[in-house]
C-alpha cells in the first residue's frame, strides 16, 4: 500500500506566495515521478508540475517561471512553492505519484485527496 499525504494550500492574494507538499509513505520499492495536477470544475486534471527520477523536472507552461517543485528523496516528500499567483491558479490541486512496490518493476500511479488553493483580492 503506498499513502500519499498533502498539506498546504489555502488562500492568497494575487501576487502572493503558497505552498504545497506532499509525503509518500508505505510500500516504496521505486518512486519514478512525484509532482502536482489540478483539476478545474468539469475538466480533466492538468500538469502543474513533476519531478521524474533522477533528476528532471518538468512545469505545466502557465507555470513556468512563478512556481518551483523541489523534491526529497530521504522522505520522499515533494515540495511546491507557488509564488506570483494569479486568479487563475485557483483549483484544486492534487499531489500524484507513480510508484512501484517493488525496486524497478512496474508502477501504479496514486493521488492525494486534493488540496483547494484560492487566488483572489
Known amino acids: 500500500q503506498v499513502q500519499l499525504v498533502e498539506s498546504g494550500g489555502g488562500s492568497a492574494q494575487p501576487g502572493g506566495s503558497l505552498a504545497l507538499s506532499c509525503a509518500v509513505s508505505?510500500?516504496?520499492?521505486?518512486?519514478?515521478?512525484l509532482g502536482w495536477y489540478r483539476q478545474d470544475p468539469g475538466k480533466q486534471r492538468d500538469l502543474v508540475a513533476v519531478?521524474?527520477?533522477?533528476?528532471?523536472?518538468n512545469y505545466g507552461n502557465s507555470y513556468k517561471g512563478r512556481f518551483t517543485l523541489s523534491r526529497a528523496d530521504a522522505d520522499n516528500t515533494a515540495y511546491l512553492q507557488m509564488d506570483r499567483l494569479k486568479p487563475e491558479d485557483t483549483a484544486v490541486y492534487y499531489c500524484h505519484a507513480k510508484v512501484s512496490e517493488q525496486l524497478w518493476g512496474r508502477p501504479d500511479n496514486y493521488w492525494g485527496q486534493g488540496t483547494q488553493v484560492t487566488v483572489s483580492s
Open positions: 519531478s521524474i527520477w533522477p533528476n528532471v523536472t
Open positions: 508505505g510500500s516504496i520499492g521505486t518512486l519514478y515521478a
